[in-house]
């Protein structure tokens, strides 16, 4: 049996766009005129999904090894390029002050060392599971003789639309390689210089182990028009995949013919029952708002029983942190004068903060929190914090979001941490794939049915 169904030898077809000497030259030369017009954007635009539908026939044959040297080709450059790909990153963000860009989302956009680091670690972690492509869903040999299998295939181009967030982009054309796809991306403005930077590099890396540097693409030099011919190329992009707020996922989700994964925004709630111990709900609610507030699975709600007594702990504990707190009356009635509140009103219940605030109810039963939770979820993550079982079981059966929890922080909502090794994004959807998409969601499936000359009476 040979090594790679791809053969060492290959090289990147005459039809690919060669990557140049330095990103600073642009990751794929549009050979625009500077004053392209709209249909020129198109062409162009419809050519790179072409070269990524070659490339993806090519994906789809190469086997696990193949594929697992691309990804740890990827990191060691990621390495290899720590300082580029950290001066590029400093540009951006450097115009992303001077725009008056949020503390928060100028941390989505920051990359340092040990971000790099992590990235090339997830890239370890994606080579070391299993190839979801061939993966047997079902199958059964039928009373006439005919052997049917179900197995996972890749979806051919994926294409993703997200904001000011460098790692995405990394993370993607991961996911896309293990499982054999292509990926075209739209970073957006604000992470223009880092999206470049990485690009390059994922693209030499992939050229360096034979397989296609057209597997990774980018439409990002063409700007908003660009995005909008990709959300227009059906036939030529299989999925669009958008993350990012509720405004560029609604503009994907009502303006794309191409079909549409949808990853929701993250208006993430914490139910704090009776039963819950003052310790456990100090740790969970600092580290399910502090540790990273710009990311969809901080918690931007918190629901508290009337019952319970931990509520002065809490709301001192992340006054501390920094936290505003966003408050119903009775909720302020009970905290002391020394910590300050802002009155919540309905949109405050309806808010994706993505910083530094919290909004706080107090709630009179377990019904009254679904209820809540009903009223105003994305359908993201919930969390109830309790010692009573009986209401944990309520709270999973009753909650519908892609993901709830018992007694743990928001934040595990992620598919490095669930052991997916990294993820495309939350998806919120309940089609085709929900919850942290990771390799089996790039996925889907065929049939494959054979026989020996059976013909159907």
Known sequence: MTEALIPQ??????????????????????????????????AAVHAIADRSRHAARRMARANRGWKDRGLRAVGAALLDHKSLILAANAKDVEAGRANGTTAALLDRLTLNASRIEALAGALESLANLPDPVGNVVRGQTLPNGLRLRQI?????????????RPNVTVDIAGLALKSGNAVILRGGTAAAATN????????????????????????????????????????????????????????????????????????????????????????????????????????????????STVLPAVALALHNAGVRLHTDQ????????????VD???????????????????????????????????????????NDLANAERFIAEIDSAAVIVNASTRFTDGGELGLGAEVGISTQKLHARGPMGLTELTTTKWIVQGEGQIRG
């Open 9 to 42: 030898t290959a090289v990147i077809s005459d039809d690919a766009v060669a990557a140049p000497s330095a990103p600073e030259a642009g990751i794929v030369p549009s050979g625009l005129p500077s004053q392209a017009t709209a249909a020129d954007i198109e």
């Open 152 to 164: 996972n295939v890749p979806l051919g181009v994926v294409a993703a639309i997200y904001e000011a």
């Open 196 to 307: 470049e930077a990485l690009v390059y590099v994922l693209r030499g890396a992939l050229e360096s182990v034979g397989l296609p540097a057209d597997a990774v693409q980018t439409v990002d030099q063409f700007g908003r028009e660009g995005a909008n011919v990709l959300m227009r190329a059906r036939g030529r992009v299989d999925v669009l995949i958008p993350r990012g707020g509720r405004e560029l996922i609604q503009t994907v989700v009502n303006n794309s013919s191409v079909p549409v994964i949808e990853t929701g925004e993250g208006n993430v709630h914490i139910f704090i029952d009776e039963s819950a111990s003052e310790d456990m709900a100090v740790d969970i609610l600092l580290n399910a708002k502090t540790q990273r507030p710009s990311v969809c699975n901080a918690v931007e709600t918190l629901l508290v029983h009337s019952r």
């Open 330 to 341: 009775r909720i302020r009635a009970l905290l002391p004068e020394s910590i300050p509140t």
């Open 344 to 386: 919540a009103t309905d949109h405050d219940w309806g808010t994706e903060y993505m910083d530094l605030d919290l909004a706080v109810a107090m709630v009179d039963s377990l019904d009254d929190a679904v209820s809540h939770i009903r009223a105003w979820s994305t359908g993201h993550t919930e969390a109830i914090l309790t």
